[in-house]
Nanobody, 122 residues
């Protein structure tokens, strides 16, 4: 099992920035990749970004390319999502996820955090 705890959400004006962090614990040595997802009110959860834990390779949804950056800190066992040039439509609950799978980009995630709210005011 892998436990994931997100932090860093909050309220920000459009055009501003936020940095989310996800701390992983438990059986993390088997983890192959981590990702961020989001779910806006009344919408389905959608993929935002993923990072390969071994290579550091990244993958992004088209909607956030050039604005969001995912990164990892192997020593601290954390993954971060730097969000710049935020838009109203980025408002959502953001979830951290981890996978044992070897597909790239990942197609299935095994563990999920509880989520952190990001609200962008227009």
């Amino acid at each position: 099992q892998v436990q994931l705890v997100e932090s860093g959400g909050g309220l920000v004006q459009a055009g501003g920035s936020l940095r989310l962090s996800c701390a992983a614990s438990g059986r993390t040595f088997s983890r192959r990749a981590m990702g961020w997802f989001r779910q806006a009110p009344g919408k389905e959860r959608e993929f935002v970004a993923a990072i390969s834990w071994s290579s550091g390779g990244t993958y992004y949804a088209d909607s956030v390319k050039g604005r969001f950056t995912i990164s990892r800190d192997s020593a601290k066992n954390t993954v971060a999502l730097q969000m710049n040039s935020l838009k109203f439509e980025d408002t959502a609950v953001y979830y951290c996820a981890a996978t044992y799978g070897s597909s790239w980009p990942p197609v299935k995630y095994d563990f999920w955090g509880q989520g952190t709210q990001v609200t962008v005011s227009s």
